[in-house]
């Protein structure tokens, strides 16, 4: 979105919250899609930094990925875009030879940061106000299941398993 809406990096702490609470001030992400970044984002650093992991809450959140995909693609891509129904891939995770898949994503993700300096016209001739309204009313036609909606009401210590330790005065 920095690129495609031509806003230059944060030149401190550019870390992805940081990247995320920028793009809500210029109103570019409406509350859902901000929703979605946040859980993706703490799930994310969970499972990197406390080895934390969860079959049935990596699968609502690969839901949550392909419905912030679709508001992607009706912002910054096609405005008309109907999406498929979302499917469940088949666990293929035995199967991999993971260094070679990152490799192929990794090459995948340069070719299209190379697309993305170049964005489709249709879509980037209209103003930044335009497409604000848009993701605002987009997002706001995202339907989410009861497993996603319940997994969006819960804390974010409460997803990653953390309990919280309140010490009460007498």
């Known amino acids: 979105m920095f690129k495609l809406e031509t806003i230059p990096e944060l030149k401190e702490d550019n870390t992805q919250a940081n990247r995320i609470k920028f793009l809500i001030s210029l109103g570019l992400l409406p509350k859902d899609i901000q929703n979605i970044l946040y859980d993706i984002r703490i799930s994310r650093n969970d499972a990197v930094h406390n080895s934390y992991e969860s079959t049935q809450k990596s699968e609502t959140l ?67 106000d335009d497409r604000r309204n848009r993701a605002n009313s987009s997002a706001g036609k995202t339907k989410f299941s009861e497993e996603e909606t319940r997994y969006r009401q819960v804390s974010p210590k409460q997803k990653t398993g953390e309990t919280e330790l309140k010490l009460v005065l007498l």
Do not use: C, H
């Open 62 to 128: 690969l839901q949550l990925a392909y419905k912030l995909g679709i508001w992607f693609m009706q912002i910054y891509g096609n405005w008309n875009f109907e999406p498929l129904a979302f499917e469940m891939p088949e666990d293929t995770s035995g199967d991999f030879d993971f260094k070679a898949v990152i490799a192929v994503l990794e090459d995948r993700m340069n070719q299209l940061d190379d697309k993305i300096k170049d964005p489709p016209s249709n879509v980037m001739d209209v103003s930044i």
